[in-house]
């Protein structure tokens, strides 16, 4: 496995909000509120400098990750939050065992996230984009990149690191690049416990949640946070995905990982965060929302066994 050589500079999708962005007729056009000029230079500092950034880190031809300078990250980017009250200490409990580190190798790159068991035949849910970046990286590398034994970019290597730290093969099941959602399967005998999806419509503004995953390459990390909005509209790459925001701590390799509540459910996938001229992550965290996320599993898995 190549060794991460820090998080490196800044990349990955832009973002826009649809109330800045002028091509979506939002507001925020500074006409009419006497505020002109300095509305104009608040807009133009959030659109140059807010991004929302996928999770994953890959290596190869990209740097190591995407949300601090070569410095490392801000010590002020992120607020820890106070004690876990003990209905967060019982979901963490009962949601680790089914959480997974997800390593991609493609060629010569390589990228890594999170993944979770969703049934009992060990498929596991993760972000298309981990994928996609492990051969992005390969691309970038070049032909003479050193490779990782004997995959392409056609045909991506998977590996998953259990809990307990066993490491397993992973099949490709299906992707689904539009909703940055993917399907692997691990071995019958691997024995992750699924985690429990929440029933849609049940997510709810202000109640707390958990982000648990791989970030850093650090498994079984959980962050605490809550739901801070609903249908958040977001733009990452050319795709507009609605989205769950969140201000649980979230950083490169909790791409995939669940966000869950304090009842242990899945209320959606960790998939990006926002960050302002590389500074870190500063609060503002989004996943797919669940109801998205079963219906282009079911689909996928339907497709592909």
């Not at 490196?8 to 007729?25: H, N, Q, T, V």
């Not at 410095?71 to 680790?96: F, K, R, T």
């Not at 909790?254 to 590389?278: H, K, Q």
Request: glycine share 18%.
């Amino acid at each position: 496995m190549a060794q991460q050589s820090g998080l490196g500079e800044p990349r990955g999708p832009w973002f826009i909000s649809p109330d800045l962005d002028p091509a979506s007729g939002g507001r925020g056009n500074g006409d009419g509120d006497g505020s002109g000029s300095a509305g104009r230079r608040w807009r133009r500092i959030l659109l140059t400098g807010l991004a929302v950034i996928a999770l994953s880190l890959a290596s190869g031809g990209l740097a190591g990750g995407y949300v601090a300078g070569q410095d490392g990250p801000d010590p002020q980017a992120s607020a820890s939050p106070s004690a876990l009250p003990p209905d967060m200490v019982g979901a963490a409990a009962q949601v680790v065992p089914g959480v997974v580190s997800v390593t991609v190798a493609s060629g010569g790159g390589m990228a890594t996230g999170s993944g979770f068991a969703i049934d009992d035949q060990q498929h596991l849910i993760t972000n298309d984009h981990i994928v996609a970046q492990a051969g992005a990286a390969a691309a970038s590398a070049g032909p003479g990149a050193a490779g990782t034994g004997s995959s392409t970019a056609g045909e991506p290597t998977v590996m998953v690191e259990t809990p307990d730290g066993r490491q397993l093969p992973a099949q490709v099941v299906g992707r689904d690049s539009g909703s940055d959602i993917a399907v692997l399967k691990v071995p019958a005998g691997a024995g992750l416990a699924p985690l429990v999806l929440a029933k849609p419509g049940a997510t709810r503004v202000g109640e707390p949640v958990l982000a648990v995953g791989s970030p850093l390459g650090l498994s079984g990390t959980v962050t605490a946070g809550i739901v801070s909005a609903l249908d958040r509209q977001v733009k990452l790459g050319n795709n507009r995905h609605r989205a769950v925001q969140t201000d649980a701590p979230i950083n490169p390799g909790n791409s995939g990982g669940p966000l869950v509540n304090a009842r242990g459910e899945v209320v959606g996938v960790n998939t990006a965060i926002a960050t302002i001229d590389g500074k870190g992550s500063i609060g503002i965290g989004f996943a797919i929302p669940i109801e998205q996320v079963q219906q282009v599993a079911d689909t996928i898995i339907g497709k592909g066994g």
